[in-house]
């Protein structure tokens, strides 16, 4: 089945700097979402970005289908983006989403 | 508004107990998922119905049945717990593409 890979596998930033977390992914896929699962363990959308580059605030992704992998940028990161951050993608369309391992960040102040 | 919601939040049990988790979301979506998040926070698919039909069965174990009563629910019933399925199981819902998950529901089993 198709891998998906994500590095680092933990992060630790000073309150105010940037980051890039990568997602690496083994075959061709239909979808891509990047989540955010906060201290609290609640799983939250970010990003539904099976191509190109999209933006919300001091968060972008992008995603280079052709290469299988896709980047989240953080940028001015605060103590709340703490937390695991997923990538998930899904080969067909049956929606099945298949997850990485995560990269674990946190942000000190 | 709570667009996926789960009960209950929380569930301690002994080992082989019944019991079941109920999932209801208010999106209006066609697609609905079970997932288990393992200690090690490994994400991994369970079931799928979509429109009230089963879709996606991975490699679960018959103690796990899923019930879709209709669009709006997915219920998750677990026969004669075991140890090992303490984790945290997350309800998604999706209508094309995005999915969007639950607050969880942590099951403990002693």
């Known amino acids: 089945g198709i891998q998906v890979e994500q590095s680092p596998p933990d992060l630790i930033l000073q309150e105010g700097a940037n980051s890039t977390l990568r997602c690496n992914f083994s075959?061709?896929?239909?979808?891509l979402q990047w989540f955010h699962q906060n201290p609290w363990g609640q799983l939250i959308n970010l990003f539904y970005i099976p191509s190109g580059t999209k933006q919300n605030g001091r968060l972008s992704a992008t995603t280079v289908a052709t290469e299988r992998y896709s980047l989240l940028y953080i940028s001015s990161s605060q103590t709340t983006d703490s937390g695991v951050y997923f990538c998930?993608?899904?080969?067909?369309?049956?929606?099945?989403?298949?997850f990485g391992s995560g990269t674990r960040l946190l942000v000190r102040p | 508004d709570t667009a996926v919601s789960q009960t209950p939040k929380y569930l301690v049990t002994q080992m082989g107990n019944d019991k079941s988790i109920k999932c209801e979301q208010n999106l209006g979506h066609d697609t609905m998922y079970w997932y288990k998040q393992d200690s090690k926070k490994f994400l991994k698919i369970m079931f799928s119905?979509?429109?009230?039909?089963?879709?996606i069965n991975e490699t679960v174990p018959n103690r796990f049945s899923p019930k879709s009563p209709d669009k709006a629910h997915l219920n998750l019933h677990i026969n004669s717990l075991e140890l090992g399925d303490s984790a945290v199981y997350f309800c998604a819902s999706s209508l094309m593409g995005t999915q969007y998950f639950g607050p969880g529901t942590r099951l403990l089993v002693l």
């Open positions: 075959d061709s896929v239909n979808n």
């Open positions: 998930a993608v899904n080969m067909d369309s049956s929606y099945k989403l298949i």
């Open positions: 119905y979509n429109n009230k039909e089963l879709i």
